[in-house]
């Protein structure tokens, strides 16, 4: 169901936006000159570090710390030490153990080929979309950074859940087991050389591993990047920088629930935006008095997922460099006007209202009358007289704040194509540029572009319907 | 013969491996040993989606069954620390006669733990023995007034271990695999190898149903027959909600369970009380109480259950949790007043209340000092 629900978000309870059709001259192919990359407010720029120092515990089922706390030693297979633990009860389920592998009971060790490799499949399972897995990597490699670049008035960083849960051998336990103690693996990189030897859930979070990114906000200072298991329509206000409550209308079907604190990236929700429907994983159980839940009108990728659930944020590379640009929307949804929300029937010529629930995912506040909403038809195999680009664009009269987010009718007409026939129906935010043009905010930033929604789009004299899927394309 | 009746037999032969004592008729006994029952694997937990899942478990309520009036819960005094040592300290159980407690001790340091009865009266402690870490209770057996308790060591490579049972420095059976064991109140040691590692056994009192419990589904098992007991109508995340712990009232008319939810990925996010009564056929799920359960404990006249809860983290990151008493009956919940915070340790080996119904021993430990508190209990 697509929501005709209006939710609170970051800037208040949103309208839905005032359409004004016009028409308008587009900067056509006259390229845009990328955004400049604010300076740093000033200090050194954050290098993301290799490693990371880590007080390991005991720890009780639910990942706090066990009292009376007590360090892990060297031989220890207490729940917290190692995934393959003597407890029963605990999340080390089998009948084989090994013990902590450290000498110490705080320990230095790599972030991307030791931490994150026990911390990501412990913190979201590997039978969620591998889209999903990826922004859970990038979240918890933010949460990481974080702590390293924090003053060290901080309490010390440790391997219970009030940071991240860090159980070694958490990536070797992943089924089937590789154990420890094999000599046919190399477990100093085991993404690396070895990656064709390991089982595919241990693939999956090498996978999700390796496009490095992280999570910014401000400058290049790494976001405490919060997540939890999920979140019921809505997350909750985490009440700093970045962790603003956003709606979550994906979520409120077929296993949706409230599990976890709320704030920041539901890793249920992930999921579902990344599959395109509002159960978490194939076959998920309905909880309590749900709807049975289905497919979703829009699919994203991982930094659509990432700047949803983190206001204002950047994604950053490894060397701090910025990912995405600072004009950023996300569809919430397609209401395409009809019961069950099917795709229309599409014929030519045609004017059909739809309604798109758009998220401001970026860093700027839109200004009243400085965003418009952008319709182009370009034919999907240009002969004849099926040549050309053909928009149309309407102007969001209300300013929306990043995170906030509002119901925009759209008017889908086919009746400017010159002819009936097979189309590319691409749908983009696009911002003033202060000179008469417009610049999509897909192509704003040529070097990081943003993601559109595109689909193809059959368009007939006689009635004949969208092609699905309806997803984000890569931009 | 089918593959999993043959799977069972295998796996019960297993068990018999390096048992060193006579045998009659399935029985082990031994004049200094507590009388041995070995259960045949397949009345053993079945895995969800593996097998034939036996049907869901059907309460008829008895003719009898009478709602007992509600009464007033029995007054709770402050908690009052007894006991302190240096490592954590895991409550079994208590003693006949309600005077000495049932422990296991971590010995800092190591990854050995002690096996102990503690007189929190007067202090005064005996040591049973050592064993490897794990959190599989004690038992006390009280006609050989001695305690059973398992121990591990690794057998090769790749993580392999056997267990062994022990009473007291004894060993009883030796190279069990991943074994389950429970005393029942005729002074049986029923002794089993569940499929699921870490699986355990509740027997129910004066009768012949075992509890078979763990990280799936909980089977209620009398003899051949065996039945489901609906403890996971939602599972989540493709993984069946684990059993934590489950208990029996002393006459064996009601079933406390913690259930977990766990996210597939082993840090349990939230556990809930459910009480079955035999007796009236109900199911009760306790929703009122705190969002994790970790330990729960019966008075002794089946009537009110102990339960604690975790009410929040500390900033350090550490459970802080409360004292919670259940009426068995109407699933009325009232939380105990305020005093010492209570539990953060190890679930399950967190709260005894003594058979005479006069105290309560919960473990109260602070972030350096493991602790048993006692809560003197009013009528």
Known sequence: ?475 | MDRKTLTSLLILAAIFVGVQLNRTGGRAANRDTPPIVLLPAGAIHTPAGQGDAPPACEFTPAPAAQTRPSTAPPALAAPRPVYTTRGALHIAQWLPGNRRLLLARDLPGTNRQAIETLDPFSGQVVSYGERNYTNSPPRWHPGQQAALYLDWAYTGANGRVAYRLLQNTQTLIENLPSPAFALTNRGELLLAAPQNPGDRLAPRPYSDQLLHYGSGEALLTEKKAACRLEVSPQPERGQPDGVLDARWSPAGRFLALITSRSAGSGIVLASELIVFDLQAGTVRRISTLPAIVTDIAWGPQGRWLAVLGVERLSDQGYERGALFLVEAESGAVMRAGPGLALGGGAWGMQLAWSGDGNTLAVGCPTPRRGRVCLIEVGP
Not at chain 1, 97 to 104: K, S
Not at chain 1, 218 to 230: I, W
Not at chain 1, 348 to 362: A, D, E, F, M, R
Not at chain 1, 393 to 422: D, E, F, K, Y
């Open chain 1, 1 to 475: 169901m697509i929501g005709r629900r209006v939710l609170a978000g970051a800037g208040g309870l949103l309208l839905p936006a005032v359409l004004i059709l016009l028409w308008f001259g587009m900067a056509r192919g006259q390229g845009v000159a990328a955004r400049p990359e604010a300076p740093l407010p000033g200090g050194d720029p954050f290098t993301p570090p290799l490693s990371i120092t880590v007080e390991m515990y005991r720890l009780t089922a639910s990942g706090a710390q066990r009292l009376p706390l007590t360090m892990c030693s060297a031989d220890d297979t207490a729940f917290g030490c190692t995934a393959f633990c003597s407890e029963s009860g605990y999340g080390c389920p089998g009948d084989a153990i090994f013990p902590y592998p450290y000498l110490t009971g705080t320990i230095t060790v790599g972030v991307e080929t030791d931490y994150l490799l026990d911390v990501v499949p412990r913190e979201m399972g590997p039978w969620y979309d591998p889209v999903a897995l990826e922004a859970q990597a990038v979240a918890a490699r933010s949460f990481a950074f974080y702590y390293t670049a924090s003053p060290p008035t901080l309490l010390p960083y440790n391997n219970s859940a009030s940071f991240q849960a860090f159980i070694p051998r958490t990536f070797e336990r992943q089924f089937p087991e590789n154990y420890p103690n094999d000599e046919d693996f190399q477990w100093d990189d085991p993404c690396g050389a070895q990656y064709e030897q390991l089982n595919s859930a241990q693939q999956l979070v090498c996978d999700a591993l390796r496009e490095f990114a992280y999570l910014s906000y401000g400058d290049q200072s790494p976001l405490r990047a919060q997540f939890s298991a999920d979140a019921y329509g809505q997350t909750v206000d985490g009440s700093t920088a970045g962790l603003e409550a956003v709606p979550d209308p994906i979520s409120t079907a077929c296993d949706a629930d409230n599990l976890g604190h709320g704030r920041g990236m539901s890793q249920e929700g992930a999921s579902r935006w990344a599959r395109g429907n509002e159960c978490s994983y194939p076959g998920a159980p309905v909880v309590g008095d749900n709807p049975p839940g289905g497919a979703w009108s829009v699919a994203w990728q991982r930094d659509q997922i990432l700047a949803h659930y983190y206001t204002g944020i950047h994604l950053r590379g490894p060397d701090g460099e910025q990912l995405t640009p600072d004009y950023r929307w996300n569809p919430l949804a397609v209401d395409w006007g009809v019961p069950g929300n099917q795709p229309p029937v599409f014929s030519y010529p045609l004017s059909i209202p739809i309604t798109i629930w758009v998220q401001n995912t970026g860093t700027t506040t839109w200004l009243t009358g400085t965003v418009g909403m952008v319709q182009v038809w370009k034919p999907a195999n240009p002969t004849g007289t099926l040549t050309g680009t053909f928009r149309t664009a309407i102007t969001l009269t209300r300013w929306m704040t990043p995170g906030g987010s509002a119901q925009v009718p759209l008017t889908l007409t086919t009746g400017m194509l010159p002819a009936p026939g097979v189309y590319t129906l691409t749908i983009d935010l696009a911002v003033a540029d202060g000179s008469g043009g417009w610049l999509l905010f897909s192509q704003a930033e040529p070097a990081r572009p943003w993601f559109p929604l595109s689909m193809v789009v059959g368009v007939d004299a006689a009635p004949v319907r969208l092609y699905l899927p309806l997803v984000g394309h890569d931009p």
